[in-house]
T-cell receptor
Framework: SQQGEEDPQALSIQEGENATMNCSYKTSINNLQWYRQNSGRGLVHLILIRSNEREKHSGRLRVTLDTSKKSSSLLITASRAADTASYFCATDMSGGTSYGKLTFGQGTILTVHP | DGGITQSPKYLFRKEGQNVTLSCEQNLNHDAMYWYRQDPGQGLRLIYYSQIVNDFQKGDIAEGYSVSREKKESFPLTVTSAQKNPTAFYLC????????????FGNGTRLTVT
């Protein structure tokens, strides 16, 4: 079953605007990760936020995590046409001897118009 | 440059034939994974391996088989028992540690007719 549910399914904005994508999940997690996928390509890791962290930044990316609401958001500031891609959240519920088993959401398709 | 290589990029097969997808990594990662992606969908885990000669089923292992004879290689066989094999297949690797991100290959698009 899909642990992460993303919202919106599609987002269309103008270059320079900010883009916010949300992810909700159902069970306790070790960490939550965001990935980007250009059409027909593999996924690229963007940022990882641990369950004991509330906010993390990387360049133009800002990720928040609210474990009480079981939700996360990804903010891309000052978007560029090159940011056009699908964005996926993935939750890591593994522990003990089982590492790296991620459960992915269905993704948000972001289109940035020049 | 280190990375994950999946081959071929496109693969066409007739129904009833087994087909093997290649995945090789030179990142010295212990763990490797196979995911399936259908149009407009997220990724679903097929199989994963955390050490050579050992692997575990993921959420949708039926109709698939894998082997892990070398650390660098984790081939996936799509058997004729897989009812709906047409999909985009992604291989990934990671270190075996907490909070380790996945590194993905560029995928193989399999079409079965």
């Amino acid at each position: 079953s899909q642990q992460g549910e993303e919202d919106p399914q599609a987002l269309s904005i103008q270059e320079g605007e900010n883009a916010t994508m949300n992810c909700s999940y159902k069970t306790s997690i070790n960490n939550l990760q965001w990935y980007r996928q250009n059409s027909g390509r593999g996924l690229v890791h963007l940022i990882l936020i641990r369950s004991n962290e509330r906010e993390k930044h990387s360049g133009r990316l800002r990720v928040t995590l609210d474990t009480s609401k079981k939700s996360s958001s990804l903010l891309i500031t000052a978007s560029r046409a090159a940011d056009t891609a699908s964005y996926f959240c993935a939750t890591d519920m593994s522990g003990g001897t089982s590492y790296g088993k991620l459960t992915f959401g269905q993704g948000t398709i972001l289109t940035v118009h020049p | 440059d280190g990375g994950i290589t999946q081959s071929p990029k496109y693969l066409f097969r007739k129904e009833g034939q087994n087909v093997t997808l290649s995945c090789e990594q030179n990142l010295n990662h212990d763990a490797m994974y196979w995911y399936r992606q259908d149009p407009g969908q997220g990724l679903r885990l097929i199989y994963y391996s955390q050490i050579v000669n050992d692997f575990q089923k993921g959420d949708i292992a039926e109709g698939y088989s894998v082997s892990r004879e070398k650390k660098e290689s984790f081939p996936l066989t799509v058997t004729s028992a897989q009812k709906n094999p047409t999909a985009f297949y992604l291989c990934a690797s990671s270190t075996v540690s907490n909070n380790s991100p996945l590194h993905f290959g560029n995928g193989t698009r399999l079409t079965v007719t």
